[in-house]
């Protein structure tokens, strides 16, 4: 199958000398049945038989697998090299790594990833940590408005929507670390159980509008929570540790309970409130074949802001 697939490749000429030349991937030296074969692709010995030959040697579809970089010069150059090669070998399938469309879509082995910031999130092109392309940016908010601290028997009140207070339990912003978000599910509708929402730990994306509740199953009676929003994804800890406060002292959080999701009210109990759109994109990202994607939850300093301006008020009617 290497052998056959080498003819073919040397066999598309310009096509391929210019994919190649592009994706800077693969040895430079050629063997001397490449060469011969790209002599006969220069317009040096061709023959119909030769051409038969090959078609007898081919043993049913063959893929062709890589990548390449550059402006949007050379990613035209790379397309239409791509195009040309496919229309005179049909039955090599060069895109099926992207869902036969590495033009339109992203690499499903898992080639982004997502910084979240406690006041922003961003997603990002490229491996884990690498933030050479950033694709989106989204409003975010995490930790409670407000809250009562007792330290020392002395009651304080403070503002958790600080990184400083990721160590303080239902109301400090998302703990730092790697977590990931379970994207294989198909996107379900969560459920109403003795007036709680069903835990979503592990799932995927989940829609809270029009939610069935188990109660009321008879009447048809569904619920929608403003609290969360109409979206949310659990945020499932990879690596992650229990915080500690100014002090080194170490506290412990439910690390396996913190969620995107998107409501509106500019507060949350430990997740990270993010806008609609962020769904909009997981969607899309999913539909492209991914089945996960990494989350990076780190704070630029020990005092960052995590209110990032998500709340949006409802205006009074008169």
Not at 192 to 219: C, D, F, H, W, Y
Request: proline fraction near 4%.
């Amino acid at each position: 199958m290497k052998k056959e697939l080498m003819k073919r490749v040397a066999a598309a000429g310009l096509a391929v000398s210019m994919v190649a030349g592009l994706t800077a991937c693969g040895p430079t030296g050629k063997s001397e049945e490449t060469k011969k074969e790209e002599t006969k692709a220069e317009g040096g010995e061709t023959s119909a038989a030769a051409d038969k030959e090959d078609a007898a040697a081919s043993d049913g579809e063959v893929t062709l697998r890589f990548s390449w970089w550059g402006g949007d010069a050379r990613h035209k150059a790379t397309e239409a090299a791509c195009q040309a090669f496919m229309e005179k070998y049909p039955n090599i399938n060069s895109y099926c790594y992207t869902n036969n469309n590495p033009i339109k879509y992203i690499d499903p082995d898992g080639n982004d990833w997502i910084l979240a910031t406690g006041n922003r999130v961003y997603w990002y092109g490229g491996d884990y940590g690498n933030k050479s392309e950033l694709k989106n940016t989204y409003k975010a908010t995490s930790g409670s408005k407000s809250a009562i601290m007792s330290v020392n028997g002395k009651k304080y009140q403070i503002n958790p929507q600080n990184s400083k207070y990721q160590y303080v339990r239902d109301v400090g912003p998302t703990v730092e670390g790697k977590y990931k978000l379970n994207l294989a599910p198909e996107p379900e509708t969560a459920r109403v159980k003795n007036g709680q929402i069903e835990s979503g730990r592990g799932k995927g994306i989940q829609s809270l509008t029009n939610m069935p509740n188990e109660n009321t199953a008879q009447t048809g009676e569904t619920y929608c929570s403003p609290a969360w929003g109409d979206h949310r994804i659990n945020m499932i800890p990879v690596n992650v540790s229990q915080p500690k406060d100014q002090n080194g002292t170490t506290h412990t959080r439910d690390l396996g309970s913190f969620y995107f999701h998107d409501s509106t009210k500019g507060e949350t109990h430990g997740c990270h409130e993010v806008e609609s759109r962020f769904f909009d994109d997981l969607l899309k990202y999913r539909a492209e074949g991914n089945k996960s994607i990494f989350v990076k939850v780190s704070y630029p300093n020990a005092n960052h802001n995590t209110n990032g301006g998500t709340e949006i008020k409802k205006e009074k009617n008169d």
